[in-house]
């Protein structure tokens, strides 16, 4: 692996889970300097175990974070605040499909502490509605916007932000 260049070492960890990644910083001195490697961790990607406390331990080590994927953790409301409050102006792909502590006090912290959000999927969260599409639209940067199987939202149109729907 001596010769392969580092860019192709960092797109191969880049698929990596946070928790492989801490497990390629104890191979050797080389590898602990890639693995920490700031974009490699950007990228949140919470397994469906994960708590409130692994989350503020993670969130301790980190200086950005720029995507979260829900992935059906066990991350509470209180645990996203944090997540937003203290990340947010860093996050640009935020996935909270099926995530069952969406409330309006969360959306509200969203739309006041994610200025640079462009990607944001809220599928299958019964939660989401109009009220929520109209305090999405002040979201500035948001581009693209996922709401499958959110059957209470009839105005599918927050200012210059693009729709997803569909199902699948």
């Known amino acids: 692996m001596d010769y392969v260049p580092v860019e192709v070492k960092l797109h191969i960890l880049s698929y990596l889970s946070e928790r492989d990644l801490s497990q390629v910083l104890l191979i050797s001195k080389h590898w602990h300097l890639l693995a920490l490697d700031p974009v490699l961790w ?3 990607l919470p397994d469906s175990s994960t708590t409130d406390s692994d989350l503020l331990k993670v969130l301790q080590k980190r200086s950005l974070i720029s995507h979260f994927k829900y992935n059906s953790s066990k991350i509470t409301e209180g645990g996203l605040s944090q ?3 203290q990340f947010g102006s860093t ?3 935020l996935d909270l499909d099926s ?3 969406l409330s309006s006090d969360l959306i ?3 739309v006041e502490h994610c200025p640079n959000l462009s990607y ?3 599928s299958a969260n019964p939660f989401i509605d ?3 599409m109209c305090q999405l639209a002040a979201c500035q940067s948001l581009t693209t916007l996922r709401i499958r199987n959110c059957d209470t939202v009839t105005d599918r149109r927050p200012g210059n932000v693009s729709i ?3 199902t699948g």
Request: with cysteine.
């Open 42 to 44: 950007g990228k949140l």
């Open 83 to 85: 997540l937003l409050v």
């Open 91 to 93: 996050l640009r792909y």
């Open 99 to 101: 995530c069952d502590e």
């Open 108 to 110: 509200s912290l969203l």
């Open 120 to 122: 944001l999927d809220l």
């Open 130 to 132: 109009d009220v929520t």
């Open 164 to 166: 997803s729907s569909e």
